[in-house]
């Protein structure tokens, strides 16, 4: 089944250029050239990629991603776009975008950005997740946590403590086996290291998450369905 992509692009030059070459490259392609349009497109259909142009009518690429990413949308996407300021750059990757092509820009250079992307959101439906709610999800396979798909990053400690929390759902952990599983043989455990780490883990994923009782350690809780 062939990829599909939606490509946003306003300059009909450019996005008639780029739709043949993708086509040709074997891929299917819905074309739009304003926010508005892509916004219903992306909410209608199913689609493996999203390539957007960040300047187009009735909005912008950047309100677009935001908005769609905020949905719950977790599509894989490129901006393309003729900003080049590390500003920029950065609010691309703050609303959500995965990848980031300048204009003007090699034809093969997309297609190469576009085969890594897919690569990698392809090898992420095949790992390991534990579905956390809010948008956030547990990779046991890369040990990374992700929200909406976008990878946070978090000390290595906080993600081996959250690994095993979640490895023991609604069964108490002492900090003794917390220290033996997560510290090294070699490091001194530390209480108060180890209430800072839960502490952030609740700011994220919510306070009610991980309860604790003296005498009893730490749990992580599962809600009932």
Known sequence: M??????LEDDLS????IEEY???QGYKLDVCNNAQEALELAYEKHFDLWILDVKVPLGDGFSLLKELREYGKQTPAIFMTSLNTVDDLKEGFKVGCDDYIRKPFELTELSIRIQALLKRAFSHK???YED???GFKFSFTSQILYHFDKALTLPSKEIKLLSLLLKNKNIFLSPERIFEEVWE?????SELSLRAYV?????LLGKEKIINQRGRGY??????H
Do not use: C, V, W
Not at 14 to 17: A, D, Q
Not at 185 to 189: A, D, G, I, R
Not at 219 to 224: A, D, G, K, P, T
């Open 2 to 7: 062939a990829t599909k992509i939606l490509l």
């Open 14 to 17: 450019l996005s008639e250029i």
């Open 22 to 24: 993708l086509i040709e």
């Open 126 to 128: 095949n790992e390991d």
């Open 132 to 134: 956390l709610g809010n």
């Open 185 to 189: 043989y070699n490091e001194e455990p």
């Open 199 to 203: 502490k952030n883990l609740r700011k």
């Open 219 to 224: 749990r992580y809780e599962q809600e009932s």
